[in-house]
């Protein structure tokens, strides 16, 4: 979407989230796009308000107030959105996971093949996908027609075959789609959307199936050749169903869709309401693109986690994103203590604990999910469960993020003893670049050696990994800017919105007898050189602040691998942040917490006092 | 700004309650505005389509999908019977015949001549909802539902498990902080709404299901034994469908916790009177607690109408999260300045005084109003 006309000085952009509204103020100044100020209320999605736009303009009446400006109209009643630039705004945008978000139904034949690209393709336009229906996953038709019926999705994407395939196991699966006539969740009048996107063969089959009862979309085949998928046309079909469809039945999403927008040349053009997750992971994927590097990306919601990657494959960057629908930190808290098991979450926890009270207090949380740890000992207790929430995405996303499943690979004498397998993960966490956490616990730790401690924990970035946390969750609402003006959401992203922690160094392999894990010689910019040894089973800081690089040169011990390959040797540039340089000799592949409690013990406090993530004085008091 | 936003649980002695009664499905309703409703009047009813059963006849019968529409002896939308004939071949010389049953009753709804498929769907299921409480319909909704509005007493716990019951409001504690033990369980009890204290065990819940208590409200319970009482860990905050044989409300939360005395004082007060619980509770999109709604006649509606989650100077207070959590206070500053935590967190905070008349700053979002 390309603008042209008068130039865009003043943006307004909300992500309407399942629990808070947050808006943010850009404006270009003295020839460079910054935030000038940001504002959050309650989302009013639900009873009493039951309409968006209400939560909307608490949050920009927010920045109003602290702003001493207006960016309301008058009647209060709309965002103010001028065509000449005279008052209000340039333009308004916003994205939404209000509402549970996007709750996809996929399908597709082979479970590992067409069901996963389907999966993927829904999962990258920001959707939660509450089943994969596939003709070899084991349920009997009725069940499977039971189960949609049950889940009650708001859109069903349907693939299945790659063109000139198989008609048969698709229209079967047509056939209980229409058997299952699910009701949407808003709505009763509406017919469901589903998107066909399976072989092109089908199409006509598929439409006698479903054409009179769903409201059916035919897109491009999203898996054409087994070799190669094609995602784009789907994704999009999801973004603009979702916006005509499932948000236009949702409280109040009609009139915050009328409001976003901009005058182009007299004329008004609406700006699409995008699922947040969907536009976290255009920014990543822009990122990305944009420096040549492999990013991670992070959102640690309330009740979900998201995890987005791009990662190389075969010489293509590949854009992955998975959500954990039930892990997070305040709705699903209590889901990651049931999913990781309590001595998981009790691993990270530097003191000993009753488990009745850690049950009682995560319980608690759960029930009452907008509360805040006041405090120190519960905020470690919260920041050890974001640790498992956050292991656990990881795992999930290794799953999905992979290659294709069922290609043919060609090998070459060279390849015989790789035992690599088609569909194998992309996830490389030695390759990985650059690792960004987003979401309360991460973005809102009250040091931000905390954040790099989690993320450090739970990811394990092995060799050279710069780490870094968006400021104040702007990612949703630069992402939909970037679709419009992708250099101020660049410019932004940069300078208002990253937050660059620091680099971990962590040596990865196996070498039991070595006890110093690698050595770190660094040059500073002064000329001054230094040299620290990165000790088995101990962390260290080193100073190096923001915007400070220094020239390294990496020894690892023998058999270990700091990121040019096993026993050899790294040299390049260490960027600093506001943490500093992280040694990491606590080792990867495997890392492994001590099993004695008062070892572990004892381990996590020295870490904690080596990183300075906890106040010293913290462990010293109460008998810990 | 003197004010917070901090939405609390409702707890009105008397007030105006609107339920929303809606079919799962369009269907009809059996009732029109006005008319006056016991609790379980059924209002509306529907019919779910019937589980479906797919029937591959090619298989069966070993023939290409295309050749198999003649041989059919059944045609879309004709009733079924189990065992019915659907389709035979010719066989030879009118021998040998291959033939294919219905293996349900039902209706047959379509074939498929590309996957040789059989869609056979069985009986519509009958739904019915009743009223659930005692009132006046007041709205019809097409043929989705009705709302029914009642006047009587309203009161949310914070989480519960099972879904609607009535029953008898009955008290078996003498003072809010009491726990609700099995030796205080007797004939009685038995089809009764039982208002306990501080806390109840998973034994004095099973004890209760024995003794056919219909529901228990009370201030706490262990999440150890939720764990052991579901047979399973609760992951995400969605109940109200467990099939225990009770509905446990929680007025407080997870631990042993005196009930609050303003919600104990109101709920014996209705002792004896026809309580309608519902401890389904939804902690996420859609916000849904649990809840004990006990219909009073000839009071005349006194609620005050405050601006919800308006929290002002003066305001009754519960802390809802440690050091003090379960404490009732009112609030006596409301600064408007961030401040930092023991966690080292700047966030805004107020002054709260206990009735002891000891102060403490605490978090504004670690508290909760209580409606007076």
Excluded at chain 1, 136 to 165: A, F, Q, T
Excluded at chain 1, 309 to 319: L, T
Excluded at chain 2, 185 to 206: A, I, M, P, Q, W
Aim: proline letters at 5%; hydrophobic letters at 40%; a negative charge.
């Amino acid at each position: 979407m390309a603008v042209t006309g008068k130039e865009i000085t003043r943006i307004l952009a909300t992500d309407c989230g399942s629990t808070t509204t947050k808006a943010i103020l850009i404006e270009k100044r003295d020839g460079e796009y910054r935030l000038i100020r940001r504002g959050e209320a309650p989302t009013t999605v639900e009873a009493p308000a039951e309409d968006v736009t209400k939560g909307v303009l608490n949050a920009v009446g927010e920045i109003e107030d602290l702003e001493g400006r207006e960016f309301l109209r008058s009647t209060k009643d709309g965002i103010d959105v001028s065509p000449d630039g005279s008052g209000g705004v340039d333009i308004y945008m916003s994205t939404s996971s209000a509402g549970g978000g996007l709750q996809m139904t996929v399908a597709g034949v082979v479970k590992s093949m067409t069901g996963e690209s389907a999966q993927r393709a829904a999962l990258g336009a920001g959707a939660i996908v509450m089943d994969v229906v596939a003709s070899n996953d084991g349920r009997l038709p009725h069940e499977k027609v039971s189960d949609i019926r049950r889940l009650r999705p708001d859109m069903i994407l349907l693939s299945g075959g790659i063109d000139g395939g198989t008609i048969d196991h698709v229209v079967e699966l047509a056939e209980i789609i229409r058997a299952a006539d699910p009701k949407p969740r808003f709505g009763v009048g509406y017919k469901l959307p589903v998107i066909y996107a399976g072989n092109r063969e089908a199409r006509e089959a598929v439409a006698g199936e479903l054409g009179g009862s769903m409201e059916l979309k035919v897109v491009d085949n999203l898996r054409p050749v087994l070799e190669r998928e094609n995602l784009g046309p789907a994704r999009d079909t999801i973004h603009e169903l979702f916006m005509e469809h499932v948000m236009a039945q949702a409280p109040g999403y009609s009139r915050l869709m009328s409001w976003a927008g901009h005058w182009v040349d007299g004329a008004w053009e609406q700006v699409p309401i995008m699922p947040t997750p969907g536009a976290v992971g255009k920014l990543i994927e822009i990122v990305a693109k944009n420096e040549g590097i492999e990013v991670m990306g992070v959102d640690i919601g309330g009740a979900t986690t998201d995890v987005f990657s791009v990662f190389g494959n075969q010489g293509e960057s590949v854009f992955n994103r998975t959500v954990s629908a039930n892990l997070g930190m305040s709705y699903s808290v209590s889901n990651v203590l049931a999913s990781a098991g309590l001595e998981n979450v009790m691993r990270w926890v530097p003191f000993r604990m009753d488990e009745t009270d850690l049950r009682n207090r995560i319980r608690n949380k759960m029930i009452r999910p907008t509360t805040i740890p006041q405090l120190l000992e519960e905020l470690v207790i919260e920041q050890a469960i974001a640790r498992e929430a956050l292991r656990l995405a990881l795992v999930q996303h290794r799953e999905l993020a992979t290659g294709l499943k069922g290609v043919a690979q060609e090998r070459t004498i060279g390849d015989a003893f790789e035992q690599t397998q088609s569909g194998a993960t992309l996830v490389d966490m030695m390759s990985l670049n650059l690792l960004i956490g987003s979401g309360g616990v991460l973005s809102h730790a009250p040091r931000r050696c905390q954040a790099a401690h989690m993320l450090i924990d739970s990811f394990l970035p092995e060799g050279v990994t710069m780490l870094a946390v968006d400021s104040i969750f702007m990612m949703p609402q630069l992402g939909v800017l970037s679709e419009v003006l992708p250099e101020a959401a660049t410019e932004v992203f940069d300078k208002d919105c990253l937050i660059r922690l620091g680099t971990c160094v962590a040596p990865s392999g196996v070498n039991r007898k070595a006890d110093v894990l690698a050595t770190v010689r660094i040059e500073r910019s002064d000329g001054k050189t230094e040299e620290h040894p990165v000790r088995a089973g101990t962390m260290l800081l080193l100073p190096l602040g923001v915007g400070q690089r220094a020239k390294a040169v990496i020894t690892p011990a023998r058999g270990l691998d700091v990121g040019a390959g096993p026993g050899a040797v790294w040299s390049g540039e260490l960027e600093g942040g506001v943490v500093g340089l992280v040694l990491d000799g606590r080792g990867r592949q495997p890392f492994e917490l001590p099993a004695d409690d008062a070892v572990r013990v004892k381990k996590l406090q020295e870490w904690s006092l080596a990183l300075d993530t906890y106040p010293a004085a913290f462990f010293g008091k109460g008998g810990r | 700004m003197a004010f917070a936003y901090t939405p609390g649980l409702r707890v009105a002695g008397i007030a105006v309650v609107r339920k929303e009664r809606r079919l799962p499905l369009k269907g009809e309703t059996l009732v029109r505005v006005g008319d006056e409703v016991s609790a379980d009047t059924i209002v509306a009813r529907t019919e779910l389509p019937g589980n479906v059963k797919m029937l591959n006849i090619a298989n069966v019968l070993g023939l290409p999908p295309g050749d198999i529409p003649p041989l059919l002896t059944k045609r879309p939308g004709d009733p079924i019977g189990e065992n019915d004939l659907i389709g035979q071949t010719k066989g030879m010389f009118g021998l040998f015949k291959n033939a294919v049953r219905s293996p349900i009753m039902g209706i047959f709804e379509s074939y498929n001549e590309i996957t040789g498929q059989a869609v056979l769907r069985e009986p519509p299921i009958p739904v019915e909802i009743d009223a659930y409480v005692k009132g006046t319909v007041i709205e019809v909704l097409g043929g989705e539902g009705v709302v029914v509005e009642a006047r009587g007493t309203f009161v949310q716990g914070i989480f519960g498990i099972g879904g609607e019951v009535r029953g008898e409001m009955k008290v078996v504690v003498r003072s809010p902080d009491q726990e609700l033990t099995q030796d205080l369980l007797d004939e009685s009890c038995r089809g009764k709404v039982l208002l306990g204290g501080s806390f109840v065990t998973s034994g004095t819940l099973r004890k209760a299901i024995a003794g056919g208590v219909k529901a228990i409200v009370v201030g706490g319970f262990d999440d150890r034994d939720l764990k052991e009482f579901l047979g399973y860990d609760l992951g995400v905050a969605i109940t109200g469908h467990e099939k225990k044989g009770i509905t446990l409300v929680l007025t407080e939360g997870f631990g042993r916790m005196t009930m609050a005395k303003g919600t104990f004082d109101l709920l014996r007060s209705r002792e004896g009177l026809m309580a309608s619980v519902n401890g389904a509770t939804q902690i996420r999109a859609g916000v849904m607690r649990p809840e004990v709604v006990i219909p009073v006649e000839g009071q005349e509606i006194a609620e005050t109408e405050r601006i919800a989650g308006a929290m002002d100077v003066g305001s009754p207070i519960r802390c809802i999260r440690a050091p003090h959590f379960g404490r009732l206070g009112r609030v006596a500053a409301l600064p408007a300045e961030l401040q930092v935590l023991e966690s080292e967190a700047h966030v805004r905070v107020l002054e709260v005084e206990f009735p002891d008349g000891e102060r403490a700053t605490i978090p504004r979002a670690n508290v909760e109003l209580i409606e007076e």
